[in-house]
């Protein structure tokens, strides 16, 4: 069976005029299933959102993708289309939540018509059975009263509330794929829970694949089918959930359990990952995450591991856990 | 004993600004907090946006003046002090803030940022600053040499880490922690929360350690303070509270805590709707719009509810048990 | 960016120049030549842009023109920055009702058009030399500057880096005067470059309507005043000093524009 989607080879890097180009995401590949969720998961500048910016091929000015990436949907490789094929994809198959409610909306435009609008894009429709079905999105989104909040600008609705408008407008053009950029991270943890609550219902009911982008291991945990983790540009480990939460394999991704504060831990102390992260200009070589491991070994300084199998369902890109000694 | 801190019926109202504003709308951002902080001690202070909990520790240090209220340090009220009295006893209470990337002058050096204090408090002849800058960067973890540099050439949590030293040069006693870590990659955040442990330890602070993250309350905290639309809705010892939580406000922000293990499930409580405007609370209980315990009734939304002992703690809710 | 400022140094610093030593290669602003014949002459060699109505040479009147244009300009934006900072740190900083009554002065001062003030003004005092000119300039010239210092004060005020100023202790003024006002200087730097321009064009539109600066004294709007009358015969006479205006005003925006996007990014 093909996956619903396929990234092979992603190299996203910003040509600079001296010659030398940072390369944000390296070699990145992936495969999300219809109907799966995959959680991509990393520290900010890893290269997470690029990533997910580069799937319906948003990538921000200066950016250019490599020449052997191949972003392979529903067996159409997207990298080969012109700009007017894409927009087939954008938004119709492939929609997009981000971060931050307030910016994505346009703040003098009533929010129903920005969702009417999201429909109108991809089908013809009268402006009768357009409101109708705004509301029906409005309504499945789980907005109170959607017929007095229809007409609301979105400075009249609370944070939660307009992420579910925006979500509305992604699943607006009925996709078979919804990118979330850290969809919650901008709310408080009450908010943060209903928004997750609708993500797994809407997941339920539309049969909806979902590429949730997050720093946060707790929002993965219980959701996500399979993990992917993202350090400095690269995968490190890929697997499946409860796989990586009881065995994680490479060193950053137990470092990251053992940084993050837990209800249920018996000391004070965390056992946090030394160093900081490093900005894409300053990536080390061998293995990016080397100067901030316990375990690196000489090798891990010159040699990029390769990302190989490391447990069942479980991938990880370090030469320790691989067998390498000394 | 006097305890090193002790806030009394802490009331704080902002006037709602703009030309366009509704006449007489006021914010009501804190409304008759009180609790105690004892030497060496750490309460956290924990809360959604909007519950005034960052209110609460700018008032305590009187960078803010409270409405109503009285804070007292070691016994004395700071409302009687003189300007010059307050700025005397800053010495002794000092602040960390959220935001590296604001916290920092951007157009002065890390050393003249970590000297500021020496230098208005005299502490230090000028020539030996210098020394005395270098040995607290070192006591935060940092190169002495990094006194030279500016903030921009530094990473969020070294940034942190140089705002923690400006605090620790004037000799605090108490510490105001708004939100400290949250601004912080997961890797890093550990590194800074362990920096303030150690230094609680080497120095005997007490912190009041504002955060959303009720998790990492728990880690560093001794007693905790919930808030929720500008009251404190429990308070007690932070894992009495937050391991078997009382109030149903805080069994919900507890149970919405992602937590990294599959097999704790998802929340299990979600609170519908948001929370109401602080510039137009519920009458009674703050928390009635929202709550889901099953004996409210209309007692809850006529009476506000007070904090009383239960369970090794105080709950300000009619009906907990 | 770059060739944004590079032109804009260039330029001003060729203006410097002329208005240096063009007074002292060329012949003498205010020496008339015997010669009946030399009046209204067209560029040559001997005058490189001509000469006027009464036999001058326009070169060495433009040269010293320009003198009279820097020095007024230069004093106008330094009288205003200087005002308009001190009176904008007040309205941004002060609390209470001297704050709010500075901030009054400042939008009186703004809603006063320019340069009908500079009329009633100039008309009660008379002609003036061109410091005198400056100075009343700058004084017209602050609540611009004040305006856009109060809204960085105001900005700044709340920062978290001054608020930890203050948790430190540290007095008042000590605030002001360590943390607010240096992250004002960019934009008082950006503003005092850019108002250098409208200074030379105010300065040349008075000059022209004659209550400028006193005749016969050259200034570059006094010039084209005189040029008028011989716009048909003697076209030079109008187009040197324009060309020179155009110049000093583009110098000036140029340079402005260049420090306002090299001063932004110092946060990061």
């Known amino acids: 069976m093909t996956p619903l989607l396929e990234v092979a080879n992603l190299n996203i890097f910003f040509p600079q005029a001296s010659g030398e180009s940072t390369v944000p995401v390296d070699d990145v590949s992936f495969t999300v299933a219809a109907g799966e969720l995959v959680a991509l998961v990393g520290e900010s500048g890893c290269g997470k959102t690029l990533t997910g910016l580069a799937l319906p091929r948003l990538l921000p000015r200066g950016a250019e993708m490599g020449a052997r990436t191949v972003i392979r949907f529903r067996g159409t490789d997207l990298t080969s289309l012109s700009e007017s094929e894409l927009r087939t994809y954008r938004g119709r198959r492939i929609a997009m939540v981000f971060q931050d409610p307030m910016t994505s909306l346009n703040p003098v435009m009533r929010v129903g018509a920005q969702i009417a609008e999201a429909i109108h894009a991809h089908r013809k429709v009268s402006k009768r059975d357009a409101r109708e079905r705004v509301l029906a999105l409005l309504t499945e989104v789980g907005i109170a009263d959607p017929t007095s909040r229809i007409d609301a600008y979105p400075h009249q609705l609370s944070g939660g509330m307009r992420q579910r408008i925006l979500i509305a407008m992604a699943l607006a053009a009925e996709p078979d794929l919804l990118v979330a950029d850290e969809p919650t991270t901008a709310l408080d943890v009450t908010i943060q829970a209903q928004i997750l609550e609708l993500l797994d219902h809407l997941r339920a009911t539309r049969k909806l694949a979902v590429l949730l982008i997050t720093h946060d291991l707790g929002i993965v945990a219980g959701r996500a089918d399979r993990v992917l983790v993202m350090y400095a540009g690269r995968i490190v480990e890929s697997a499946k959930t409860a796989r990586l939460f009881s065995h994680p394999a490479h060193p950053y991704t137990r470092g990251l359990f053992a940084s993050i504060p837990r209800l249920d831990a018996d000391t004070t102390r965390l056992t946090p990952i030394g160093g900081s992260v490093p900005r894409p200009a300053d990536w080390p070589t061998g293995c990016r995450f080397h100067p901030r491991c316990g375990a690196a070994i000489a090798h891990c300084t010159t040699h990029r591991p390769p990302l190989e199998a490391a447990g069942p369902d479980q991938l990880a890109a370090c030469w320790v856990t691989q067998g390498m000694t000394k | ?321 | 960016m770059k060739s944004q400022r590079g032109w804009g140094i260039l330029l001003l610093g060729l203006l410097v120049l002329l208005a240096v030593i063009g007074p002292w290669v060329a012949p003498d602003w205010h020496a008339m030549s015997d010669a009946l014949t030399d009046a209204l002459l067209p560029p040559s060699r001997a005058h490189w842009f001509g000469t006027d109505q009464l036999r001058r040479d326009v070169f060495a009147r433009l040269a010293y023109g320009a003198r009279v244009s820097l020095v007024v300009a230069t004093i106008a934006v330094t009288v205003a920055a200087i005002l308009g900072t001190m009176i904008g740190l007040a309205a941004g900083t002060a609390v209470g009702w001297i704050g709010a009554t500075v901030q009054r002065c400042i939008n009186v001062g703004l809603a006063l058009p320019r340069v009908i003030v500079l009329l009633v003004v100039l008309a009660a005092v008379g002609l003036l030399s061109p410091v005198a000119l400056g100075i009343i300039l700058g004084g017209t010239g602050w609540p611009a500057v004040a305006r856009l210092v109060r809204g960085e004060a105001l900005r700044l005020r709340e920062a978290p880096f001054v608020v930890a100023a203050h948790a430190l202790g540290a007095t008042p003024g000590r605030v002001v005067w360590r943390e607010i006002l240096p992250g004002t200087m960019p934009a008082v730097l950006v503003a005092t470059t850019l108002g250098l321009a409208d200074a030379i064009l105010l300065e040349a539109g008075l000059s022209f309507i004659g209550v400028g600066v006193k005749a016969p004294i050259p200034s570059w709007g006094g010039m084209i005043l005189e040029a008028r009358e011989q716009l048909t015969n003697a076209p030079w006479l109008l187009i040197a000093p324009c060309l020179a205006l155009g110049l000093a005003t583009s110098a000036a925006t140029l340079l402005g524009e260049a420090l306002r996007t090299s001063l932004q990014p110092d946060t990061r």
């Open chain 2, 1 to 321: 004993m006097i305890p090193l801190l002790s806030v009394e019926r802490l009331v704080k109202h902002y006037a709602q600004g703009g030309a366009f504003a509704r006449r007489g709308a006021v914010v009501k951002a804190v409304e008759d907090v009180s609790f105690t902080i004892a030497a060496g001690e750490t309460l956290g202070l924990v809360g959604e946006s909007g519950s005034g909990k960052t209110t609460v520790g700018r008032a305590v240090l009187r960078l803010e003046l409270p409405t109503e209220g009285i804070v007292r340090f070691e016994g004395t009220d700071l409302a009687t002090l003189s300007p010059a009295e307050l700025r005397t006893l800053r010495r002794r209470m000092q602040i960390v803030f959220q935001d590296p990337f604001a916290s920092l002058n951007p157009r002065r050096t890390v050393g003249a940022s970590v000297a500021e204090g020496l230098e208005i408090h005299k502490m230090l002849p000028k020539r030996e600053i210098p020394e005395r800058v270098a040995e607290l960067l070192e006591e935060v973890g940092l190169d002495a040499a990094y006194a030279h540099k500016y903030p921009h050439e530094f990473s969020g949590g070294q940034r942190q880490r140089i705002g923690i030293a400006r605090a620790l040069a004037v000799e605090p006693s108490f510490i105001v922690c708004d939100e400290p870590v949250s601004a912080l990659d997961v890797s890093v955040q550990a590194q800074v929360l362990n920096l303030l442990l150690d230094l609680r330890d080497a120095r005997n602070l007490s912190y009041l350690f504002i955060a959303h993250d009720v998790a990492l309350v728990r880690q560093i905290a001794h007693r905790v303070a919930v808030m929720y639309l500008g009251t404190i809705v429990e308070i007690g010892p932070a894992r009495t509270v937050i391991d078997a939580p009382k109030h149903p406000y805080t069994q919900a922000l507890v149970s919405a805590v992602p937590q990294p293990d599959p097999t704790k499930g998802t929340a299990r409580i979600v609170l519908a709707g948001d929370p109401p405007s602080p510039s137009n609370p519920p009458s009674g209980c703050p928390f009635v719009t929202r709550c889901f315990h099953p004996m409210k009734d209309s007692r809850c939304a006529a009476q506000r509810p007070s904090l009383r002992l239960v369970a090794g703690r105080d709950v300000a809710c009619h009906y907990a048990d």
